[in-house]
């Protein structure tokens, strides 16, 4: 892993707890939320591409952060550990998804997808995840 990467995550995860608060009951995991927030950039691409790798790992951008990303998630899964982690990205269901993005998705995050009628709440909630 690159070094670079890894103190740019340290440094969003304490910048991440720090902005919540030490004084407040909360259980975050700033590393699920680095993995959401990246297969969301695998999709974003100018302002919006340049501000999530800003945010959780200032100033490494696009493949580099992503191929951090997968050695985390290998690491967490390898069969040593106890702790697994799954991907998933939920899209309402009459968007389409470009294949190069459900590629990218697989790749670099073991992810997959799933559409979603989100105008039914009650199905959407139950939704199998």
Same mark, same amino acid.
């Given at each position: 892993?690159? +070094? ?42 100018? *302002?919006?591409?340049?501000?999530? +790798? ?10 580099e952060?992503? *191929?951090?990303?997968? *050695?985390? @998630? ?24 470009? +294949?190069? @993005? ?14 979603t ?5 009650q199905?959407a ?5």
């Open positions: 892993m690159s +070094e670079s990467v890894t103190i740019a995550q340290a440094n969003f995860a304490l910048n991440l707890i720090q902005e919540i608060g030490l004084n407040k009951s909360a259980v975050i995991s700033p590393i699920s939320i680095s993995f959401a927030l990246g297969m969301i950039l695998l999709g974003a691409n100018g *302002n919006t591409a340049r501000e999530i +790798e800003n945010a959780i790992a200032k100033g490494i951008i696009g493949d952060l992503h *191929n951090h990303l997968l *050695n985390v @998630y290998n690491f967490i899964n390898d069969n040593k550990n106890t702790v697994k982690m799954g991907n998933k990205v939920y899209f309402a269901d009459n968007l389409q998804i470009f +294949e190069y @993005y459900k590629k990218q998705l697989q790749k670099f995050y073991n992810g997959n997808f799933q559409l009628d989100f105008t039914d709440t199905k909630a139950n939704v199998h995840i």
